[in-house]
């Protein structure tokens, strides 16, 4: 990668009692990039992230990552305390990491703004909505201007005009320079990152850029009312996609350029059935 990582997994597997939580996981967080780590329900996800920010500790393989001083984590959970404020949480979360005084009002006046949550910030926190609590915690996870921002599933939850005002921040914050890791179940947003990471049931399935990720995308899929091979089809809609992994979808069928959720479900059930069935 052209940018010095600001952390990075090398060869991580991560268990807990006898569920492989990660195996084998590999990935760089080049600075001033966002990192999408996308994969469905017990993919791995939380724990990659977790691991990152050394709340997990490996079985194996290495965690390279800056000190908590530098580092900035949204958890699954709201990220910021019921009883207090939003200018009370930002207060709390930025005298944790010594900001006093002027430096931190302004850090603060200038979060709030951008979180569009400068009307809110005598509420407490337990009486915003959900996109706004998620917002008050990914400005607690920034406050002091970390080199490694985590954010675990930050817009899980969030209406819609939240998110786009989520993904501003992020964006910018990965342009001021940070190197920012993500997870997310929401494709289109995951397709917006510089780096997409795929994890299936503890395993990384793929990872790259958007573009590296369909470039490397082999075989066919299909779309049609009823799939020929239940087994490799899935709903998009109301049709069916079908994934052919050795690109031979029988004449006649409509050929579909895979978007993301494609690719990730395609390759997911590669790993389930195997490539040589069906293909
Ligand atoms: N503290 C724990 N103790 C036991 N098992 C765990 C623990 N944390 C995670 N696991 C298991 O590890 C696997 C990966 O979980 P993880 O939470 O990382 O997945 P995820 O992709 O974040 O999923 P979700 O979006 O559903 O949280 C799952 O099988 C989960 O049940």
């Known amino acids: 990668m052209s940018r010095d990582p600001v952390a990075a997994l ?3 597997s991560v268990s807990f009692g006898d569920v492989d939580a990660l195996r084998d996981v590999t990935l760089e967080v080049p600075a001033g990039q966002v990192v999408a780590v996308v994969g469905g329900d017990g993919a791995g996800k939380s724990t990659l992230l977790r691991a990152l920010v050394r709340e997990v500790h490996p079985d194996a393989g290495r965690v390279v990552a800056p000190s908590k001083a530098d580092l ?3 958890p699954a959970s709201s990220g910021s305390w019921a009883a207090l404020s939003v200018a009370q949480n930002l207060d709390f979360a930025g005298g944790v990491y010594g900001l006093t005084g002027d430096e931190l009002a302004e850090r603060r006046a200038r979060l709030l703004d951008a979180a569009d949550l400068d009307a809110a910030a005598d509420r407490l926190a337990s009486q915003l909505s959900g996109g706004m609590r998620r917002k008050l915690g ?6 002091h201007s970390p080199r490694l921002v985590v954010l675990d599933e930050p817009s899980t939850g969030v209406d819609p005009v939240s998110r ?7 964006a910018e914050t990965a342009a001021q320079g940070a190197g920012v890791v993500m997870s997310t179940t929401y494709l289109d947003e995951a397709e917006r990152a510089g780096h997409l990471v795929v994890l299936d049931d503890g395993e990384v ?3 790259g850029s958007y573009d590296d990720v369909r470039a490397g995308f082999a075989g066919t899929v299909t779309r049609a009312d009823v799939a020929r091979r239940p087994e490799w089809s ?3 809609g109301r049709a069916r996609h079908e994934y052919w992994p050795a690109g031979d979808a029988p004449a006649g069928l409509e050929v579909v350029d ?3 959720e494609d690719v990730v479900i395609a390759l997911s059930l590669v790993r389930r059935l195997g490539a040589g069935v069906g293909a």
């Open 10 to 12: 090398d060869r991580v």
């Open 72 to 74: 900035g984590f949204l």
């Open 138 to 143: 990914f400005c607690m996870a920034i406050v």
């Open 164 to 170: 786009i005002d989520l993904w501003r921040m992020i």
């Open 205 to 207: 399935l793929v990872q």
């Open 234 to 236: 899935w709903r998009r």
């Open 258 to 260: 895979p978007d993301l």
